[in-house]
């Protein structure tokens, strides 16, 4: 069975349904099917609990490092020898 639906009135700026209706289109699916599926997303970020593992590794990386910098010159090290 089917979730209860509820209408609703959006006011948006014309440009931004346009492109909302446009890329629907382009994927087989609609505004409203968008828009549920946005919110559902937004609901599991939500409830979103990251694993132990990722818990203990965040962090590490100071702020302001350039990690694509840093693997750049680690390789260039690691491969010039």
Known sequence: ???ATTS??????A??????EDYAR????SFAELVGKYLKMI???EDYQ???KLREITGL????????K????YLKEKYSR
């Open 61 to 68: 990386i100071p702020p302001g490092v350039d990690t694509h």
């Open 1 to 3: 069975m089917s979730p």
């Open 8 to 13: 609703i009135t959006l006011e948006l700026p």
């Open 70 to 73: 840093a693997r750049e010159d």
């Open 15 to 20: 440009e931004r349904v346009r492109l909302v």
């Open 26 to 29: 382009r994927h087989g699916t």
């Open 43 to 45: 609901e599991q970020m």
């Open 50 to 52: 990251p694993s132990p």
